[in-house]
Nanobody, 123 residues
Framework: QVQLVESGGGLVQAGGSLRLSCAAS????????MGWFRQAPGKEREFVGG????????WYADSVKGRCTISRDVAKNTVYLQMNSLKPEDTALYYC????????????????WGQGTQVTVSS
C-alpha cells in the first residue's frame, strides 16, 4: 500500500511562509515523479508543483512560480514544498501526490494521493 504522509500545514498571515513535507516509502520515492496539488472550497483541484524521480526536473503552476520551491531529501524519502509570500488565495487543502499523470501541459492527476494538509492564509 502506498503511503504518502503530509505535514507542515497551518495558519499563517499573508506574506508569511510555510514548508510542507511529504514522507513516502522508498519504493515510491525512488520510482515516481512526485508533487503537490491543492483544492480550495468550491474549486477544482489544481497542480501546484512537481519534481521528477531523479530530482533533476521541477515544474510549477504559474500561480506559484517564484514563490514556491519543491525539493527532495533522498535520505529521508521526503519531498518538500517551500511556500513564501503567501496570499489569502493560497488557502486550500494541499495534497501530496506520486505518479503524476494527465499532463496538459502540467499534470492534472496522479496515481497516489496523501490525505492532505490544510493551509490557511489570513489577510
Amino acid at each position: 500500500q502506498v503511503q504518502l504522509v503530509e505535514s507542515g500545514g497551518g495558519l499563517v498571515q499573508a506574506g508569511g511562509s510555510l514548508r510542507l513535507s511529504c514522507a513516502a516509502s522508498e519504493r515510491i520515492f525512488s520510482s515516481y515523479a512526485m508533487g503537490w496539488f491543492r483544492q480550495a472550497p468550491g474549486k477544482e483541484r489544481e497542480f501546484v508543483g512537481g519534481i521528477s524521480w531523479t530530482g533533476e526536473d521541477t515544474w510549477y503552476a504559474d500561480s506559484v512560480k517564484g514563490r514556491c520551491t519543491i525539493s527532495r531529501d533522498v535520505a529521508k524519502n521526503t519531498v518538500y514544498l517551500q511556500m513564501n509570500s503567501l496570499k489569502p488565495e493560497d488557502t486550500a487543502l494541499y495534497y501530496c501526490a506520486a505518479g503524476l499523470t494527465k499532463w496538459r501541459p502540467r499534470p492534472t492527476g496522479a496515481d497516489h494521493w496523501g490525505q492532505g494538509t490544510q493551509v490557511t492564509v489570513s489577510s
